[in-house]
């Protein structure tokens, strides 16, 4: 049943069939007619420009056909262009009202799809849209379309600055329905009065609100500069303090990188006590705080001797920042930690640091260590000493007894300028195993594979992308020599692992994962979220090669920023790398992720 289009403007509109209303439309031969006539026969496959020409007809004809052609599609996109289409009518005294009207009315319905076409096509309206916009973001029943709402209103709520206005905020604020998550930091920014202030405090601390509008509001704190204006760091001190005792800690940590960002706090204790997390990330977060904010007040030595990996870590990282001799020596006995953790984190500092002291120490890590911790400290005699002498520990042994005594050492830049020369060839050695053309070296590392409906697309040579897939986890598995250790974790709408952590290879557990491999088909999303999560639940995996052609669609996190950011943290206490393979198209989440981990990114088709 649909609408009777062609009637006068002040004639009630009724149901009638659609059979009448095509014999009707045929009679009357008016361009309303016709193109409604139009509309009705393709449907969703209307072009868009074609409810364009209908709503600039202008007349109450035409906006009643673009109300009865809602009723011919199905589709989000089609929808949302017939209400992009009325905006044609709000010069008209009498029919710019009729269209805010019936838009608002769809858009608060609560009817899906329909609701969010209504409100995502309102949002472009401007000014003439406010008040309905407004009443859209209070009473809309479609998250989506109260989503859509505050995105029309950003400009005016910041103006605004009450209550009121961040109360809507932080109730329809959805991540990219209103914006980018830096339009949002900008502006929860501008909320800085006191009973908004009262407000964030509140919501930082309830366990109902929205995790990602409260990690907006936090990064948006830290953009506040500490020392500026004594009330409103009294203020932001006080919404940070309520995050820290949040029961999620990927909020706790949040609120550590905000006071960081902002240049400390007023109220240190709460980070101390933060030093002493249970949640590793957090703590570790808080113990690097604590250096930024009085490093004289930490005892860096302590530390290092801590039965706590995680405070050897940060022992590691203040101990590079302290210039005496015996913070060096201090540095050099973590090179040598029990735990992998400590010894990536002891490699990478030394050679922030820059001594020259400290080139036969990682000489002889080069000979101690096996897999990506090796290239570890390849990397960073590389970079210390502006040569390249690969893995040949005889010739670094040789080159520290030849020119030890005397070797001037390099600045950073430049070893970095020695390194752009030498050209940009296999990072990791030149190794004869590798995944997409990347080096394979680790000892324990996790292949963790797109298997989305997206995966069935054609890649190259005819093969579908699936296939190419399986062939590359078939080839590398079939040169990994015994005894490294190895897991598969293919995923779509979430991720499925072969083992529950990393297995030795042999030839049983080689022909067990490419039997795995080859039994795998392409459907459903992109879980990317939970797929990296089975990866970094098994403590012994130190590299991953992430193999995505989609950015997320599904999971706990999908906006790529915070995705990214929850990576960063999971991984500020492991050290992993991450190798990204973006299948068909750049992505910026992925080169993102490889960079935050020192990983290598490489797009293929």
């Known amino acids: 049943m649909i609408r009777f289009v062609f009637s006068t ?10 059979a009448l209303l095509l014999a009707s439309a ?19 496959r209307t072009p868009h420009a074609l409810y364009e020409e209908l709503a600039e007809l202008g007349s109450a004809r035409a906006f009643e056909a673009l109300e009865s052609a809602l009723d011919e599609v199905n589709r989000l996109w089609s ?11 709000l010069g008209d005294e009498t029919l710019g009202p009729k269209a805010l009207a019936t838009i608002e009315r769809h858009a608060r319905s609560g009817e ?24 859209v973001a209070r009473g809309a029943g479609e998250p989506i379309a109260r989503a859509h709402a505050i995105r029309g209103l950003r400009t005016t709520l910041g103006e605004r600055g009450d209550d009121d206005a961040l109360a809507l905020v932080l109730k329809g604020w959805i991540t990219p329905h209103s914006g980018t998550r830096e339009q949002g930091v900008e502006l929860l920014r501008s909320f800085t009065t006191d009973d908004a202030f009262q407000r964030l405090e509140r919501f930082v601390a309830s366990s109902r609100a929205s995790q990602e509008v409260q990690r907006i509001v936090l990064i948006a704190l830290g953009g506040h500069p500490r020392g500026e204006d004594d009330a409103l760091d009294e203020h932001v001190d006080g919404v940070l303090g309520r995050a820290l005792g949040s029961s999620d800690a990927a909020l706790r940590y949040e609120a550590l990188q905000a006071i960081d960002a902002r240049g400390g706090t007023s109220e240190p204790r709460r980070v101390e006590k933060a030093a002493r997390d249970r949640d590793p990330t957090v703590r570790r977060a808080a113990l690097v705080l604590l250096m930024d904010i009085d490093a004289t007040g930490v005892d860096f030595y302590r530390l290092a001797k801590s039965s ?32 992998p953790t400590v010894r990536v984190e002891a490699i990478h500092q030394t050679g922030r640091r820059r001594e020259r002291s400290s080139i036969p120490e990682l000489i002889d890590r080069l000979a101690a260590e096996t897999g990506r911790l090796r290239t570890d400290a390849r990397h960073a005699l590389t970079m210390l000493t502006a040569r390249d002498l690969g893995f040949r520990l005889g010739a670094w042994r040789d080159f520290w007894r030849q020119e030890g005594e005397t070797f001037p050492l390099p600045t950073y830049d430049e070893a970095l300028a020695a390194a752009e020369e030498r050209g940009s060839g296999p990072r990791d050695g030149g190794s004869s195993v590798a995944f997409y053309g990347l080096d394979v070296v680790s000892n324990r590392f996790a292949l963790v594979v797109d298997t989305s409906g997206s995966m069935k697309e054609r890649a190259y040579a005819g093969k579908r992308r699936i296939e190419v897939a399986k062939e590359e986890i078939q080839r590398t598995l079939e040169r990994i020599r015994d005894g490294v250790a190895f897991n598969v974790i293919p995923f779509s709408d979430e991720a499925r692992p072969l083992h529950d952590g990393v297995v030795q290879v042999s030839d049983d557990a080689r022909d067990e994962a490419i039997a795995f491999s080859n039994a795998l088909r392409p459907v459903g999303g992109t879980n990317v979220h939970d797929a990296l999560a089975a990866a970094f639940d098994d403590p012994e995996i130190d590299t991953i090669y992430l193999l995505t052609d989609g950015e997320p669609s599904v999971g706990e996190i999908v906006e790529p920023a915070f995705l990214r950011d929850e990576i960063a943290r999971w991984n500020s206490v492991r050290g992993v790398r991450i190798h990204c ?22 797009r293929v088709n």
């Not at 008016?30 to 969703?44: M, N, S, W, Y």
């Not at 929808?79 to 009518?89: C, D, E, K």
């Open 9 to 18: 403007l002040r004639r009630p509109v009724r149901a009638v069939p659609a």
């Open 26 to 44: 045929a009679t009357a031969q008016t361009p309303e007619a016709e193109l409604f006539a139009k509309i009705q026969k393709r449907g969703d």
């Open 79 to 89: 929808q949302r262009a017939i209400f992009h289409s009325m905006r044609h009518f």
């Open 112 to 135: 899906g799809i329909r609701a969010r076409a209504a409100a995502g096509a309102l949002a472009g309206f401007g000014p003439p849209a406010h008040d309905a916009l407004y009443d």
């Open 308 to 339: 706590d990996a995680i405070e050897r870590q940060a022992a590691a990282i203040g101990l590079a920042e302290d210039p005496a001799p015996e913070a060096l020596a201090a540095l050099h006995r973590l090179l040598r930690d029990d735990d």
């Open 581 to 602: 393979i973006a299948v068909g198209k750049n992505s910026e989440l992925l080169e993102g992720i490889a960079s935050d981990s020192g990983g290598l990114y490489r």
